[in-house]
């Protein structure tokens, strides 16, 4: 496989793996404040928020490739994926911010 | 090698007919054919759906007067457990299953599958798996704790007969055939389609296929941990659940709904494909909006796995935690939307023309969609805790899975019913068991929306008459016979189709896909020539293709020594890669099966000294397995017609055997990442460890496993590069061997040493990991083993290197898995605590 279309195969899923990951480690993150009764729990979370907004914006406004037929197509849907991914992200871990921690 | 000589078509099709049959009788049971299995897959899978629906009739009799006595309620908890169990595990994914076996090497232009002998062993375990539980069920010893199985109440204390362990066997049985057919479905998309089919140029169900086969990968072995771990507490008393002990019911439902919530749309995803495939035939132009439809596969693949508490938001999680998977499952309400704004935009564009196929699509919106929104509805936390296991849930859940599969289901049935029949259909009675079918759904389910409103509790047997639930139940129960009427209707149009209906030539539709390029009934070997594909592939002439293909036009168009071939393909771009000799009928999946079922059913008697040999007797027949594949010498390129040539798939690096060893070892990494999170699960969040007791591992011994588990990856590693540089690999195997013998006896003694495990869960999951990481030790030093009598054989070479690459990619996942569970076993060995 080439190693355009390797990134462009790649690209497609980027923005939900991150995602995914992302969901995890918050997930995880609030259990564990929770759980230990972390002192700084909310600017812990909103950090790894801020975070992973940051890393979900790359594959978002990655500029689209272009070699070869399938690549092409590939990328413009890997784009939308990914800027999906950064809206879900954004939306769904708003609620650090604001919600209740642990109650 | 030159290239075999032009013979006619009809010449043709006798040779590779010879080739690729099926013999009659008893032969029958050696079939490895994707046509014939694909076949009886759906034909099983329509089976165990009568089944459910003969038990949702026994449930809407009782259901039907208040105090009804028809059934005993410890009877009814048998009847609406297993309506679940049948219809979720042994109709809906099944029947997809084999939807794709019988289809996708049609729509790709392959011959077959990748892997035709695990088609058929996952056909026997599903059947085999499928027969315990019904029998079960006529023994009266059949699940009864909600198709969910949660525990306490499906813990030994409180479910002490063998129903749970029927379940519990049983779908982790069932589930072999699951995660078999999902490897096999994805390595079959990505590597076996006609060359020139591209990803972006597969018609657009290979796309869904391919995400639902991905999303099964990750989504079932949580599931089957689960039921490991279970039924290790029911058989051992290791309290993995059991809060007394440091066990916490709540991993049950975190893992079983990890599975559960993808579940759903690993249900509807190919429901969906289907749709995708059949909406452009009859609009009369292709789908709208491809790359989008991509995009939003994607994404609903992947927030589908971010969903799963929304089965939980009951269970006294926190408010952030319950804020982020409310938002996620209103959120993946968009990219379905995606979907049915193209379908409609598809429709509305083109030239629609209305048939049968239609009217169950047209009744797909309507359900789906209704389902869609009180799905929207119950992914609110306010309005959930009002209704949460109330029938409104019932109405939701059956206006998803019936709109969401069933009514695209019998869209494709009527689609593709004249491909496998070649035969059309009468018509007589399609009209009115469509509109029997949508009515008396509606009438069913529809009320239940608000006798669930009204307060009715889910699972109940039976309920007071001054509730003012007597009429809409009557209703409810009354449609259900309707509905009935219909399917039967159904069942018998097809049995008219079957008989009456008229014979026809290629594309009966003017559908524009490939598997109408096939003659129908389609002949054993799917293509006698593979297509070279220069546009999508959902937008091809099947019909002029067709007889081209059929007088030897295309790739392979020719009968080679004996052998069923294919050809596999580069996974993004469909340039020729490499020759694939597919295995041909072979006793064998059938005779593993039934050792495989041997063995379940020595755990579920109770049979403990005989299931380690049942489990040998499995092992050794896989290994017979590779037996009659594989060449002694190298062959180098051998022409597969239009001019070209192309190498055998035993001398390609990286082929399809390659991609499907990768391919579960990620279903087995998320497995062992399940049972990794559980520990880690139980220290943060269950009660009772405190004052949990030490562990006692010995630490040095522990450590010398690892230590040679890394010796053994490292060896195996070494073996592949050894055999790649034209090296011996030899030595690196026998170290592998040996460094892996070492690791499973130092893991296995360190797990046998350890504290009694039955005391805390924090000591049983330091005994699963140990035992996990001791059990692929042990594979690992048989694998290499076993290629080293391959080596010794003939059948390993510089070029012919996919033994030694499978050895090393499992060796070093064990050596891994071994580093991983050491660490968690410090973590669990040392932590504090937690109040």
Known sequence: MRQGDKIALISLVAGFTVWSVGFVALYGLQALGCAYGWPTHRAVLILAYGILVAVLAVPAFWPLRSDGEASATLSVAALWANRAALGAGVLVFLPVTFTSTCV | ?835
Not at chain 2, 378 to 404: I, R
């Open chain 2, 1 to 835: 090698m030159t290239e075999p000589a032009v013979v006619s078509p009809v010449r043709l099709h006798k040779e590779l007919d010879a080739i690729w049959r099926t013999p009659p009788g008893w032969g029958r049971l050696s079939s490895v054919n994707h046509t014939v299995l694909g076949k009886r897959f759906m034909v099983l899978a329509l089976t165990f759906f009568a089944i459910g629906g003969l038990l949702s009739m026994l449930i809407r009799a009782q259901l039907a007067t208040p105090e009804s006595g028809f059934l005993e309620p410890a009877l009814y908890n048998q009847i609406f457990t297993m309506h679940g169990v049948v219809m979720m595990f042994l109709f809906a994914i099944p029947m997809f299953e084999g939807f794709a076996i019988y289809m996708l090497p049609k729509m790709l232009g392959a011959r077959d599958m990748a892997f035709p002998r695990l088609t058929a062993y996952g056909f026997w375990c599903y059947l085999f798996g499928g027969m315990i539980l019904i029998a079960a069920l006529l023994f009266g010893a059949a699940p009864n704790g909600g198709w969910f199985m949660y525990t306490p109440l499906s813990s030994r204390p409180y479910s002490p007969g063998i129903n749970a362990d029927v379940w519990l066997l049983g779908i982790t049985f069932v589930e072999i055939s699951a995660v078999t057919a999902a490897i096999e479905i994805l390595v079959s998309i990505l590597k076996l389609r006609a060359p020139g089919m591209s990803l972006t140029r597969m018609p657009i169900i290979a796309w869904y296929m391919l995400v639902t086969s991905g999303m099964m990968v990750l989504g079932f072995p949580p599931l089957i941990l689960g039921s490991i771990l279970l039924e290790l507490e029911r058989a051992f008393n290791l309290p993995f659940f059991d809060p007394t002990r440091g066990g916490d019911p709540l991993l049950w439902q975190h893992l079983f709904w990890l599975f559960g919530h993808p579940e759903v749309y690993i249900i509807f995803l190919p429901a969906a494909g289907a749709l995708s495939t059949i909406i452009p035939v009859f609009a009369q132009r292709p789908i709208l909006g491809y790359r989008a439809i991509i995009a939003a596969i994607v994404a609903l693949g992947f927030l589908s796995f971010g969903l799963w508490v929304h089965h939980m938001f009951m269970v006294g999680i926190p408010h952030m935690a319950l804020a982020f998977f409310s938002a996620a499952s209103a959120l993946v309400a968009i990219p379905t939307a995606v979907q049915i704004f193209a379908w409609i935009g598809t429709l509305a564009s083109g030239r629609p023309r209305w048939d049968i196929p239609m009217l169950y699509v047209i009744g797909f919106f309507v359900v789906f969609v209704i389902g869609g929104m009180t799905g929207v509805m119950l992914a609110m936390v306010p309005f959930n805790t009002q209704a949460h296991d109330s029938y409104f849930v019932v109405a939701h859940l059956h206006y998803v899975l019936v709109g969401g599969f069933v009514f695209p289901m019998l869209a494709a049935l009527y689609h593709w019913l004249p491909h496998i029949t070649g035969r059309q259909s009468v018509y007589r009675l399609s009209v009115p068991a469509f509109w029997l079918i949508f009515i008396g759904f509606n009438m069913t389910f529809f009320l239940m929306h608000l006798t669930g409103l009204m307060g009715m509790p889910r699972r109940i047997s039976s309920y007071p008459s001054n509730w003012g639930w007597d009429w809409l139940n009557l209703l409810s129960s009354v449609g259900g016979f309707v509905l009935t009427i219909g399917f039967a209707m159904v069942l018998a149009d097809i049995l008219m189709q079957l008989r009456f209906g008229e014979r026809f030539g290629r594309d009966p539709w003017k559908a524009q896909t490939l598997e109408w390029a096939t003659a129908t009934p389609p002949p054993s070997y799917a293509f006698a020539s593979i297509p070279h594909i220069e546009s999508r592939a959902d937008q091809i002439d099947p019909a002029a293709l067709g007889s081209r293909l059929a007088g030897g036009e295309g790739y392979l168009g020719f009968a080679r020594a004996n052998r069923q071939e294919t050809l596999a393909v580069d996974m993004v771009t469909g340039a020729v890669e490499h020759v694939v000799v597919l295995p041909r009928r072979t006793l064998l999946p059938l005779w593993t099966a039934l050792a495989t079922g041997a063995f379940f059913l020595c755990l579920l008697f109770r049979l403990y000294a005989l299931a380690p040999l049942a489990l040998l007797g499995t092992l050794g027949l896989f290994l017979l397995w590779p037996g009659s594949l594989g060449e002694t010498a190298d062959q180098g390129p051998l022409p597969i017609g239009r001019g070209q040539s192309a190498p055998l798939d035993a001398e390609a690096s990286n082929n399809v055997t390659v991609l499907a060893s990768r391919t579960a070892l990620v279903t087995n990494a998320t497995l062992y990442s399940s049972l990794l999170f559980g520990g880690l699960f139980l220290l943060v969040v269950a009660p009772n460890w405190s004052s949990a007791p030490e562990t006692a591992v010995s630490w040095a011994m522990l450590l010398a496993g690892v230590g040679a588990a890394a010796v053994g990856g490292v060896a195996a590693l070494v073996g592949d590069r050894n055999n790649s540089g034209g090296r011996a690999p030899g030595p690196a195997l026998w170290m592998t061997v040996a460094a892996q013998i070492a690791a499973m006896v130092l893991l296995g003694a360190t797990a046998f040493l350890l504290a009694d495990p039955t005391q805390h869960a924090r000591i049983a999951i330091v005994f699963a990991v140990l035992a996990y990481c001791a059990l692929h030790a042990g594979i690992g030093a048989v694998l290499s083993g076993a290629t080293l009598f391959r080596l010794a054989r003939g059948h390993v070479s510089q070029n012919r290197g996919t033994a030694p690459r499978i050895v090393a990619l499992w060796n070093g996942f064990a050596a891994a898995t071994a580093v991983a569970g050491a660490a968690l076993i410090a973590v669990l060995d040392t932590a504090g605590a937690v109040a």
